[in-house]
C-alpha cells in the first residue's frame, strides 16, 4: 500500500481507519460488544493499518477509551487523529461547539482518555457559526505552542475556511465529506494536492449504499475479483496522491476486506467509467 507523510513526518500508509463505527447506535454510549470492539481494534495496526481517525464525540468519549484499552502502549508509527469542537446531547445529535476554552479542555480530555504527551494530529471538527473561525483555529495553534499536539487538522471546510486557518496555523489535514458520489469538496481537494495537504475522506463508502451488492460498482467489482467497497475505496486511492481514505467499520470481515482495497490497481478504463 503507498504512504503518505503527513506534516512532513508523520509517515502513514493512505488506507486509514475510522473509529466512530465501534460505538453504540447512532454513535452513542459503548457498543453491543466491547471486548468484540477492542479485538477489531487490535487487528487494525496487524493489517498494516497506522492511521486510526477518531473524535472525543464518538460515544461521547467511547472511541478514545477504547482505542486506549484496545492499544496503549501504542505500536510505533501508529499515528491517531482526534478530533474537537462538537458537543453530544443525545444519539444523532451533534451541536458544535468550538469555543477556544472549550477546545483546550476537550483536547486535554483526549490527552488523559488516549493516554499521550501529545497528540500526533488533532483536527477542528468543524466551525462554529457562533465563534469566528480564527479564534477556534487560534486554540489548535496555542495548543501546538505548548505541545500538546503535534499536528493540526481541519475538518467539514470550505476553500476560504481552508485559506482562513492556512493564514493562522500550518494545516497538514483537511477531512470533508467525499466518495464516489458525492465531490461537492473536489475544490478543497484540489487545493489539498496542490499543497501537499492530506485529504481524509469521511463517509468514503456513503454509509454502505455503495457498497451494495447488484449496486452501481458491481461490474468493475466482478472484473478486479474484488467487492464493491473494495471498488470505491480503490477509486478514492487512484483520485489523488494526497487522499486519505478512513473507512468506518465495526465488523471484522469489513475490515479486513477494507484493508485489502490498498491492493487494488484500478485501470484507466475503470477510473474513466466510474468518475
Ligand atoms: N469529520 C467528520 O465530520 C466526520 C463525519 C463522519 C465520519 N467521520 C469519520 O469518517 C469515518 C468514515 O465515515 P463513516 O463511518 O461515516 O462512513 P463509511 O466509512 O463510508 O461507511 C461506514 C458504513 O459502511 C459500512 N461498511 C463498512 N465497510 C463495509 C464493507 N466492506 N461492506 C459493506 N459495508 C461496509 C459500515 O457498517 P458495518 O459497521 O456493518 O461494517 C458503516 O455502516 C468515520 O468512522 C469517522 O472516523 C468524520
Not at 6 to 20: K, P, T, W
Not at 172 to 180: F, G, I, S
Request: with cysteine; glycine share 10%; proline share 8%.
Amino acid at each position: 500500500m503507498d504512504t503518505f507523510t503527513i506534516g512532513g513526518d508523520l509517515e502513514v500508509h493512505r488506507l486509514g481507519f475510522g473509529a466512530m463505527r465501534i460505538t453504540g447506535e447512532g454513535i452513542w454510549g459503548p457498543p453491543d460488544d466491547p471486548e468484540e470492539a477492542k479485538r477489531l481494534l487490535r487487528r487494525v495496526p496487524e493489517l498494516g493499518i497506522d492511521l486510526i481517525d477518531t473524535a472525543d464525540s464518538y460515544g461521547p468519549e467511547v472511541s478514545e477509551n477504547l482505542i486506549a484499552e484496545a492499544l496503549h502502549p501504542y505500536p510505533d508509527g501508529l499515528v491517531i487523529a482526534t478530533k474537537g469542537g462538537l458537543r453530544r446531547t443525545g444519539p444523532g445529535q451533534w451541536p458544535r461547539d468550538a469555543r477556544p476554552e472549550r477546545l483546550k479542555e476537550c483536547c486535554e480530555a483526549s490527552l488523559r482518555r488516549l493516554k499521550l504527551d501529545r497528540i500526533d494530529l488533532y483536527q477542528l471538527h468543524s466551525p462554529d457559526p457562533q465563534v469566528p473561525y480564527e479564534d477556534s483555529v487560534g486554540a489548535l495553534k496555542d495548543l501546538q505552542d505548548e505541545g500538546k499536539i503535534k499536528h493540526v487538522g481541519i475538518s467539514n471546510v470550505s476553500l476560504e475556511e481552508l485559506t482562513q486557518a492556512r493564514g493562522i496555523v500550518e494545516v497538514v489535514t483537511v477531512q470533508n465529506r467525499y466518495n464516489l458520489t458525492d465531490r461537492h469538496s473536489e475544490d478543497v481537494l484540489e487545493a489539498c494536492e496542490e499543497a501537499g495537504i492530506g485529504f481524509i475522506p469521511w463517509f468514503p463508502l456513503a454509509t454502505g449504499s455503495l457498497a451494495e451488492p447488484d449496486g452501481p460498482l458491481d461490474k468493475s467489482a466482478q472484473a478486479h475479483d474484488a467487492t464493491p467497497a473494495q471498488i470505491a475505496l480503490a477509486w478514492l486511492l487512484a483520485r489523488s496522491p494526497v487522499m486519505l481514505p478512513i473507512p468506518g467499520t465495526g465488523s471484522m470481515p469489513h475490515l479486513e476486506e477494507n484493508a485489502a482495497a490498498g491492493e487494488i490497481r484500478l485501470l484507466e478504463s475503470d477510473l474513466a467509467e466510474l468518475s
